[in-house]
């Protein structure tokens, strides 16, 4: 019989994960042309203003190797109960093996258990569109472009206006 791959392990986010969760998140993003390296200080800012509704680590044998945050987003026409993905952080030589996958459908169900109305991001909307993002006419992401503004609504209405993310995506490098 072959090996099995061992399986990666979804999971809230405990204290001891902290520091892992920084440092998933800074190596991941290390590389990436859009990322100007605040990325894990936003986790770090959410985590502090108590902001982090939905935080998911993924675990292969017990280490940290990926991370996803859900935050509260407040909405210019009113509607209550969205939430911003992200950041979302896999291990570099983890990636394309489904394991931001897992961490996003994994976070996605526990908003819906939540009585979420829906979830907004900023990415490509190539990866996003599998788990039914998609750009909503009328609805656009503050500060971000159309093409990379993306919204997932759990029930028929998706709000009109701007959706702006916590003050926690502001935060900076030290």
């Known amino acids: 019989m072959p090996n099995q791959p061992a399986p990666v392990v979804v999971r809230p986010e405990g204290p001891s994960d902290v520091e892992a969760i920084f440092e998933v998140t800074r190596a991941a993003f290390a590389s990436v042309p859009h990322a100007d390296g ?7 800012a959410l985590r502090s203003a108590g ?44 990636q394309r093996r489904g394991v931001g996958t897992a961490l996003i459908a994994d976070g996605l169900d526990r908003l819906r258990a939540l009585g979420a109305a829906g979830c907004v991001l900023v990415g490509d909307p ?49």
Do not use: C, Q
């Open 126 to 174: 190539a990866y996003y569109v599998r788990f039914g993002f998609a750009n909503r006419p009328g609805l656009s992401l503050e500060d971000y472009p159309a093409s990379v503004s993306l919204a997932l609504p759990f029930a028929d209405l998706v709000p009109r206006g701007t959706a702006t993310f916590h003050e926690g995506f502001r935060a900076k490098t030290p």
């Open 51 to 94: 902001a982090l509704t939905v935080s998911l680590v993924a675990t292969l044998h017990s280490r940290v190797v990926g991370h996803v945050g859900f935050s509260p987003v407040a909405m210019s026409d009113g509607t209550e109960g969205w939430y911003a993905l992200g950041p979302v952080s896999v291990l570099p030589e983890i």
């Open 38 to 44: 605040t990325e894990p200080y936003i986790v770090d």
